[in-house]
């Protein structure tokens, strides 16, 4: 059975950094694009950090370009989102999210995506 499993969110004031973590069972992340998505209240879900099918490949949104880093130990089964200098508006509940087959121009969208987490709440105050 397929299970994503996020962890490490929390309440922080602005500035400070949280990482989150994602564990993954049932499957190897080899191969697999692994990325996090979050979700503020009353937004959308929004793309945030992506590793396409490997480590090495690495995108990010431009809000959060220079401050997170996505990266994951296929061996743990495990992708980590390392988050600085958090701001108010990074507040959501982030989500992490797998897919095998997925092709690059589909890596922001959240639909295209098998495999999602039950999210952690992140809330950052000013």
């Known amino acids: 059975q397929v299970q994503l499993v996020e962890s490490g969110g929390g309440t922080v004031q602005a500035g400070v950094s949280l990482r989150l973590s994602c564990v993954a069972s049932?499957?190897?992340?080899?191969?697999?694009?692994m990325s996090w998505f979050r979700q503020a209240p009353g937004k959308e879900r929004e793309f945030v950090a992506g590793?396409?099918?490997?480590?090495?490949?690495?995108y990010y949104a431009d809000s959060v370009k220079g401050r997170f880093t996505i990266s994951r130990e296929n061996a743990k089964r495990t992708v980590y989102l390392q988050m600085n200098g958090l701001k108010p508006e990074d507040t959501a509940v982030y989500y992490c999210?797998?897919?095998?087959?997925?092709?690059?121009?589909?890596?922001?969208?959240?639909?295209?995506?098998?495999?999602w987490g039950q999210g952690t709440q992140v809330t950052v105050s000013s």
């Open positions: 999210a797998a897919d095998r087959g997925l092709i690059l121009s589909s890596l922001y969208t959240g639909a295209q995506y098998d495999y």
């Open positions: 590793t396409f099918r490997s480590a090495s490949n690495t």
């Open positions: 049932g499957f190897n992340l080899n191969g697999y694009t």
